[in-house]
C-alpha cells in the first residue's frame, strides 16, 4: 500500500507482551508511514539512567539525564543512545524490571512525550505505547488497545529473551510483567488505561500478521 495521501496517526496502546511494536513496525511498513517506537525511547531513557547511577527519585539527575541523552533510531528503527545502538541492552531483563518506574518520572513522561507529538504533527505515523490514545495523541485519527492472556504475555516474551541469550525463568517474565502492568495502570500520571474510543482487540489467539491484517483492514478505510 503506498503513503496514505492525508496525514494520519495511528496509536496503539496496550500491556507489554501483546504484540504492539512488531504489529506497529509491520503496519507502518505496509502504510509506507514511520514507524515510532515510543516504549524504547523510555527504555533508552532508562538505560542512560541507570548506567549513571541515577535512581528515578532523584528529580535533579534525571533531568540532566534527558539534557545530556540524545535518542535516534536507525536505518533499521534499532534505538541509538547517545548515537550508539543499545537495541539489545534497553530490552534487557534488568532495564525491563526497572523502566516503568522511571516512566512514571513526570519529567520524563512530559520531554518524551513532546518529542513523540513534534514525530507524529510532522508525518504520517504509528505509535504504539500505553498512553498515546490518551495522552500523547488524544485526537489520534485510529486508536487500538491490544490484550493478551499473561501465560501467553509471558511465553513470547520468554522466547523474545532467549533469543538474545538471556537467562530467565518464564515464571520470573510473568512476574515482571504483572508488575510492570499494576505500576503501568496505578500510575497517577498517564496510567495504562483503554481510551473510550479504542478499538480492543484480543491478540491471545492471533498471530502477529493476523493482527496486522485485522488493523489494516479497518486503517484502508482512510488510508
Do not use: W
Amino acid at each position: 500500500m503506498s503513503e496514505p495521501k492525508k496525514h494520519i496517526v495511528i496509536a496503539i496502546d496496550g500491556p507489554s507482551g501483546t504484540g504492539k511494536s512488531t504489529t506497529a513496525k509491520l503496519l507502518s511498513k505496509n502504510l509506507g508511514i514511520t514507524y515510532l517506537d515510543t516504549g524504547a525511547m523510555y527504555r533508552a531513557i532508562t538505560f542512560a539512567a541507570m548506567g549513571a547511577g541515577v535512581v528515578p527519585s532523584d528529580n535533579k539527575a534525571i533531568l540532566k539525564i534527558l539534557n545530556e541523552t540524545t535518542i535516534g533510531f536507525d536505518s533499521e528503527n534499532h534505538v541509538l543512545v547517545n548515537g550508539v545502538s543499545r537495541e539489545t541492552a534497553i530490552r534487557s531483563p534488568e532495564v525491563s524490571a526497572q523502566v516503568s518506574f522511571y516512566s512514571a518520572v513526570p519529567e520524563v513522561r512530559s520531554a518524551l512525550t513532546a518529542k513523540q507529538r513534534e514525530i507524529g504533527n510532522k508525518h504520517s505515523c504509528v505509535l504504539d505505547g500505553r498512553d498515546i490514545g490518551t495522552v500523547v495523541f488524544p485526537n489520534a485519527t485510529f486508536k487500538f488497545f491490544l490484550i493478551t492472556d499473561i501465560k501467553v504475555r509471558a511465553a513470547r516474551r520468554h522466547a523474545e529473551l532467549l533469543q538474545t541469550g538471556k537467562t530467565v525463568t518464564i515464571e520470573e517474565v510473568e512476574a515482571n510483567l504483572l508488575l510492570r502492568d499494576s505500576i503501568d495502570s496505578s500510575r497517577e500520571l498517564a496510567p495504562l488505561i483503554k481510551a473510550p474510543d479504542a478499538i480492543e482487540i484480543d491478540t491471545t489467539q492471533l498471530s502477529i500478521q493476523q493482527q496486522v491484517k485485522k488493523i489494516q483492514a479497518i486503517v484502508s478505510v482512510v488510508a
